[in-house]
């Protein structure tokens, strides 16, 4: 099993480009998640499903919108980078399956924005 | 809004020592606490806690709770440079499971 994988690992933008990221995962995971971490700050969430065609907001959710067509592919999409998009991304999975709530994580994209 | 507080945010030790880092919290709606280590990477999963007064151990990991003073401590003795890393808390407390998470400690082993 590959786990939680995530495309591109780096990236860099200029100021209004957009972009998607993708996340998978082949864990048959119902919940999947978004989140940025920013230097000294943790992890923020952006957006979570609870399942295919099934999105809410996070924390942190300006910016950004996301999609989740198929079970195993949650998409976060940015529709006109701003700087302050700049930070490392992590998409999450984890079963409903389980009250043990680990969530397994993916390697992260870096994202630039100029 | 839900909040989760970790201190120190950094430390500095020598191979051998002791470290306690300290995690509170203030959620609506607590599920679990859990605490993670991340070195460069993707977090990597530590500790589930759920209640009070249990300690969890892993080696020389070993994490507790206070559900009534609402903080948790992760314990990690005789240091090793490998325990180099930032050590996130996180609280599950949404109705999808969602965790928020403290801003890590950042810990570093010299030799």
């Known amino acids: 099993n590959a786990g939680v994988t995530q495309t591109p690992k780096f990236r860099v933008l200029k100021t209004g480009q957009s972009m998607t990221l993708l996340c998978a995962q082949d864990?048959?995971?119902?919940?999947m998640y978004w989140y940025r971490q920013d230097p000294g700050m943790g992890l923020r969430l952006i957006h979570y499903?609870?399942?295919?065609?099934?999105?809410a907001k996070g924390e942190v959710p300006d910016g950004y919108n996301v999609s989740r067509l198929k079970k195993q592919n949650f998409l976060l999409g940015l529709e006109s980078a701003a700087p302050s998009q700049t930070s490392v991304y992590f998409c999450?999975?984890?079963?409903?399956?389980?009250?043990?709530?680990?969530?397994?994580f993916g390697p992260g994209t870096r994202l630039t924005v100029l | 809004e839900d909040k989760v507080v970790q201190s120190p945010l950094s430390l500095v030790v020598h191979e051998g020592d002791t470290v306690t880092l300290n995690c509170s919290y203030e959620v609506t709606n607590f599920r679990s606490l859990l605490w993670y280590k991340q070195e460069k990477k993707a977090p990597t999963f530590l500790f589930m806690l759920?209640?009070?007064?249990i300690e969890k151990k892993s080696g020389r990991l070993s994490s507790i709770l206070d559900k009534k003073e609402l903080f948790s401590i992760l314990n990690i003795t005789a240091t090793q440079t490998g325990d180099s890393a930032v050590y996130l808390c996180?609280?599950?407390?949404?109705?999808?499971?969602?965790?928020?998470f403290g801003s890590g400690t950042q810990l570093t082993v010299l030799p």
């Open positions: 864990m048959n995971h119902e919940y």
């Open positions: 759920t209640s009070s007064g």
């Open positions: 999450a999975s984890r079963t409903v399956h389980s009250s043990y709530n680990e969530q397994f």
């Open positions: 996180a609280v599950d407390s949404g109705s999808a499971r969602q965790l928020t």
């Open positions: 499903s609870v399942g295919e065609g099934t999105t």
